[in-house]
C-alpha cells in the first residue's frame, strides 16, 4: 500500500474508499488498483454531509463496473460502479456527518 493514496486496511481486508457527493451516482477504480484489493469502499452523499458508507467485495464491482466515459488520463484505466450496486450487493458499514 502506498502512503499517498486512498488505499486501507479494515477488518484485515485491503481496500480503497470512494467517495461521491449526492449529485454523483457513480465511483470509479482502476483496473490496476482493483486486482489488488478485496473490497471497496463507497461512501455516498445522502444529505447535506450524511455520508453512508458502503462495502462492496472487489468480485462484485469486477463484475459490475462499466468503462469510465471520459476521456482524459482515465479512460480505458478506470472502471465505475453505480451506487445502485452498492446499495443492492453490497453492507452498510457506516452512517458518518462531516
Do not use: W
Not at 470512494?18 to 465511483?27: E, N, Q
Not at 466515459?69 to 445502485?84: H, I, L, Q, Y
Request: charged letters at 25%; one cysteine or more; glycine letters at 10%.
Amino acid at each position: 500500500m502506498s502512503n499517498t493514496s486512498n488505499e486501507c486496511k479494515y477488518e484485515d481486508q485491503r481496500m480503497v474508499i470512494k467517495c461521491a457527493g449526492s449529485g454523483t451516482t457513480k465511483v470509479g477504480v482502476s483496473y490496476h488498483m482493483l486486482k489488488d484489493l478485496d473490497a471497496v469502499l463507497g461512501a455516498f452523499e445522502a444529505d447535506h454531509g450524511n455520508f453512508r458508507v458502503y462495502s462492496l467485495t472487489a468480485q462484485d464491482y469486477a463484475a459490475h463496473m462499466k468503462p469510465t466515459r471520459s476521456k482524459g488520463p482515465s479512460a480505458g484505466k478506470v472502471g465505475t460502479v453505480d451506487r445502485t450496486a452498492f446499495k443492492r450487493l453490497g453492507r452498510l458499514i457506516a452512517q458518518v456527518k462531516i
